[in-house]
């Protein structure tokens, strides 16, 4: 069974940086688009930012871009990080990784698409 396991965040202050990390068991979603989502207390999951499987192409939600990178390494078990600088309070969230096949970095978080998920991680920013 493919599993998504997420590593990093926690508390950071306010225009600081953290890393997470989503590493998948094995190789099984090396062809997979792969991406993170957030979801904020009181509020709707939405997306953060997505990669192709070869890592070329990337998609970022407009509230991140030019903050957070993120990279995907297939080389043995599938690893995508997410680089998230200069970090503004408004990014607390749950930061979930996922996987889906027959989707595009475009629409990476939209229903209506098989993903696999992780289990979050608490990503908090003080101000």
């Known amino acids: ?17 953290t890393k997470l990390s989503c590493v998948a068991n094995g190789r099984a979603l090396s062809t997979y688009v792969m991406g993170w989502l957030r979801q904020a207390p009181g509020k709707e999951r939405e997306f953060v930012a997505a990669i192709s499987w070869s890592g070329v192409s990337t998609n970022y939600a407009e509230s991140v871009k030019g903050r957070f990178t993120i990279s995907r390494d297939n080389a043995e078990n599938t690893i995508v990080s997410l680089q998230m600088s200069n970090l503004r309070p408004e990014d607390t969230a749950v930061y979930y990784c996922a996987a889906v096949k027959d989707g595009t970095i475009w629409t990476f978080g939209r229903n209506g698409y098989s993903y696999v998920w992780g289990q979050g991680t608490q990503v908090t920013v003080s101000s």
């Open 1 to 17: 069974q493919v599993q998504l396991v997420e590593s990093g965040g926690g508390l950071v202050q306010a225009g600081g940086s």
